[in-house]
Structure formats: C-alpha cells, structure tokens
C-alpha cells in the first residue's frame, strides 16, 4: 500500500519504519520539509518519500495522523480526504490537580474530534494505546499470544485496512466498535502512560485479547 504520515516524530517513524521494511511504500506529508522530524526521518530511512501534505494524501491509500493533539485542529484545516481511511494514533492529554487526565475532561473523545475536523475522511482510532516502544518492536518471542491493538471506527472497510497493517506488524487487531469507544481506548491509554511513564513499569508491557 501507499501510506501517508502527517507527524513523523516518536510514533509516525515507529510505525512508518516498520510499514516500509515489509514492503509498503511511505510518504512523508509535510509542508515543511526542514522540520527537525522529518530530516531526521529521512535520514534514518532514506525510503521515504517527502510530499506536500495535500499531494500525498491525494496519492495513498491511507494516511496516518501522529502529531501532537492540540495541533491537529491547524494540521487538519483544509484538507481533503475523499473519503480515505484516517488512522488517528493521537490523544488527548491533559495535567489535573491529580496528575493526568483526559484532555477533554472526558467530555468526548478526542478521535470524535478528529471526525469533526476531516469530516471526509473515514476515522480509525489505533496505535494509540501503548507508548512508541511498542511500535518500534511488537515482538514478544518468549509468548504465544500476540499484542492486542484496540481499534474502533465507523467504517468497516477503513477497520479492515488498519486490521491488516495491523496483523503484518505483529499485532493482533481488536475490533472494540465504533468511533464513540475511542473515549474507553482513550482512557486506557492514560491508564498505560500512568503505570508506564510514572509508575516505572517496563515500557513493553502490552495488553493482550484471549477468548475462549
Ligand atoms: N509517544 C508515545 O509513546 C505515543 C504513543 C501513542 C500515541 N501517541 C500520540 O501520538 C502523537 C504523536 O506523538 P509523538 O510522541 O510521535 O510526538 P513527536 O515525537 O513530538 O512528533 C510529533 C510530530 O508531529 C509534527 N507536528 C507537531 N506540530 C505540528 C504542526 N502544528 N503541524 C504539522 N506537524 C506538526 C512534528 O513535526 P515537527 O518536527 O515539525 O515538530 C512531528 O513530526 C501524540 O498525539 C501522542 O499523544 C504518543
């Protein structure tokens, strides 16, 4: 496939990396092409295509949204998707008098705000709920059980996509429902960074989907 990525920092050349060396083709969407992230993505992937945010879009197959959550209202405003897949790997993060919080306060979730603003573009929450460590390598050889990716959306045939890039990273794509469950996948990736990032677990910690 041809994969655009809007954000190309911790989480975009995570993922891009790994999409590129089984075979996909990777477009940088950017309209500055001497932002620190993507010289240094290019540099360490010299694969990678550079665009204009709107010619790359206009290009793939699907497109990736890893920037941060407050710019994504400048990054979204005026492009068209036509109806292409959006992978939102972005969250919402806020600091309360209690440490983190959800950045809208739990209101609504912050993929349902990406919805609002690429409203012509099929929205997928995934890649949100682990730290970048788990992009880069999602591995786990000593187990027979793969990592869960929890994903959610409206459109069926965006989930597919994203479940098939999914399962060649190594994951195991967990369909959780439409785009409103992003808030619950939202809030467990608080409860990850929390016990991640404060509480000192392993940064490879993941969750994993067994069914009987
Ligand atoms: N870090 C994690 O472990 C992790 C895991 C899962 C999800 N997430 C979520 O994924 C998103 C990205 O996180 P990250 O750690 O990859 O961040 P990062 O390393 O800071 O990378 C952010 C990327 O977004 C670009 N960007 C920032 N502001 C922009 C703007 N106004 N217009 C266009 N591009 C802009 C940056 O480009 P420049 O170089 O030009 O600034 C960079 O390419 C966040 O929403 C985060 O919450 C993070």
Not at 96 to 115: P, W, Y
């Amino acid at each position: 496939m041809k994969i655009a990525f809007i954000g190309i920092g911790n989480v975009g050349f995570a993922i891009a990396n790994n999409l590129q060396k089984i075979g996909h083709q990777i477009i940088v969407a950017t309209n500055n092409k001497n932002s620190d992230s993507v010289k240094n993505a290019s540099q360490r992937n010299p694969e990678f295509e550079i665009k204009p945010v709107q010619d790359a879009v206009n290009e793939c197959d699907i497109v990736f949204l890893a920037t941060p959550f407050q710019a994504n209202q400048t990054v979204l405003s005026g492009i068209k998707f036509n109806g292409k897949p959006l992978v939102d790997c972005t969250n919402p993060i806020g600091m309360g008098t209690k440490g983190l919080k959800h950045g809208l306060d739990s209101e609504k979730s912050g993929s349902e705000v990406v919805q609002e603003l690429a409203q012509d573009a099929k929205v997928v929450k995934a890649f949100s709920v682990y730290g970048y460590e788990n992009f880069i390598d999602s591995s786990f050889p000593k187990y027979n059980v793969k990592p869960a990716m929890l994903i959610c959306g409206n459109d069926k045939d965006a989930k597919a996509k994203v479940s098939f890039l999914l399962e060649e990273l190594g994951f195991t794509a967990t369909d959780t429902g439409n785009l409103t469950q992003a808030l619950h996948l939202e809030h467990m990736t608080l409860l990850w960074v929390k016990m991640v990032r404060v509480n000192g677990h392993h940064p490879n910690f993941v969750w994993a989907y067994l069914e009987k």
